[in-house]
């Protein structure tokens, strides 16, 4: 999907803003703290139900309104809307239809997002990198969204297990079916990694072209690689039932990034680490084109950030590589110079107090 317009309310510093978007290119300037990540951070909380910089969901309310909404046309005439209260109460609308579940929304919207704090899920810890694979699976492999819930459901039940000290049929019947879809996703996410790693490779070429290092997406499957997660589980016992919750599976997978067997840290500079960053961003935004679910939505925020003019040009071919719709902000128009087309394929806008104006090119 690519959206056609958004109107925000009440969200953070955007009282009332609409914006006709193109469908293709998207430019967004404005001074420190006009409101171009809130616009950013709208678009991703339809999408995802969260923002992509604050857990605490209240401080995304406009401090005069006790509820913001954000609601959406795509490209193919759908209407999307949310409204959140300070009470924590959420409505959501798929073509004025009631719905309840935040993913019947996330099922239409792919967005990806990098932002100058996108770092984290290089040297954070791997909750974002768990995030950032798992929301590339949810678009290209079609049966992970539904493994996934119940996955989760199976964890819960086998946590409460250990939590309470129940041992017996109901510990090793949840044990066992955890131990299943633990192998299975563990397998559905290796695959994808693999593929992965192939598409950033070939975004590598275009963003470090003179890097030659051997790349490896290291992936920790959540238990020893070796083992089986039954084998596992039974020489743990004992110490899972003393934390009261499982230690090993599915859930607890990580990524390490390695040029060469050295860390991002210790082989890239800053502004690498960033074009390593975008090139691994769009390498699954191509892998979401491709799974032909939806379209993917790409927000860059703060382009100018740490990437000189050279670097900055690369991101101008993105439109000749990626069927995607992108939004791109900066705090002047120099800082967007070498990535504006010299075609007439984009729009271009002005952020200022919460407002958003189109801007002549
Ligand atoms: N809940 C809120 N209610 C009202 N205003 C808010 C709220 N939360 C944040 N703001 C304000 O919204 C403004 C816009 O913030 P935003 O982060 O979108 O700016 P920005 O244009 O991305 O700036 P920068 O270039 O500095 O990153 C800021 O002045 C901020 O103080």
């Given amino acids: 999907m690519s959206v056609k317009e958004l109107q925000a309310f009440n969200f953070r510093n955007l009282s009332t803003a609409k914006v006709n978007f193109h469908s ?140 309470n000290k129940v041992a017996g049929d109901q510990y090793s019947y949840w044990t066992e079916e955890f131990c299943q879809l633990s192998e299975s996703i563990a397998q559905e996410r290796s695959a994808y990694i693999e593929g992965l790693r192939e598409e950033l490779l070939v975004w590598l070429k275009l963003f470090l072209p003179t890097i030659e290092d051997d790349i490896t ?19 743990n016992k004992q110490r899972e039932y003393e934390k009261g919750y499982s230690l090993f599976g599915a ?14 840290e210790q082989r890239l500079s800053r502004g690498q680490q960033k074009l390593f960053l975008l090139a691994l961003t769009f390498a699954q935004t191509k892998l979401i084109e491709q799974g032909k679910r939806v379209k993917p939505i790409l927000l860059i925020d703060d382009v100018g950030a740490e990437l000189d003019i050279n670097s900055r040009s690369i991101i101008a071919n993105i439109n000749n590589h990626l069927d995607c719709q992108t939004m791109i902000t900066a705090i002047d128009r120099v800082a967007l110079e070498p990535i504006i087309p010299d075609n007439d394929n984009y729009k271009m806008f002005h952020v200022k107090h919460g407002h958003i104006s189109a801007m002549s090119k």
């Fill in 24 to 163: 293709k290119l998207n430019f967004f300037i404005g001074g420190n703290g006009s409101g171009k990540s809130s616009l950013l951070e709208s678009l991703f909380y339809l999408g995802h139900g969260k923002s992509f910089r604050s857990t605490n969901v209240n401080s995304l309310i406009n401090t005069s309104s006790d509820n913001f909404v954000v609601t959406v046309k795509t490209d193919s005439d759908n209407q999307l809307g949310i409204q959140r209260s300070q009470s924590g109460e959420i409505k959501i609308k798929i073509n004025g239809v009631k719905h309840n579940k935040l993913s019947d929304l996330a099922k239409n919207v792919a967005i990806q997002v990098v932002t100058p704090e996108s770092f984290k899920l290089f040297f954070g810890g791997p909750k974002e990198r768990r995030k950032f694979i798992d929301l590339g699976l949810f678009h290209v492999k079609h049966s992970f969204p539904s493994d996934w819930k119940t996955f989760n459901r199976i964890l819960k039940q086998r946590n409460a297990c250990l939590k």
């Fill in 217 to 235: 997406i290291q992936y920790l499957q959540g238990w020893h690689s070796k083992k089986e997660l039954r084998e596992v589980l039974i020489v």
């Fill in 251 to 264: 859930h607890k997978f990580d990524v390490r990034f390695l040029l060469n067997n050295l860390t991002l």
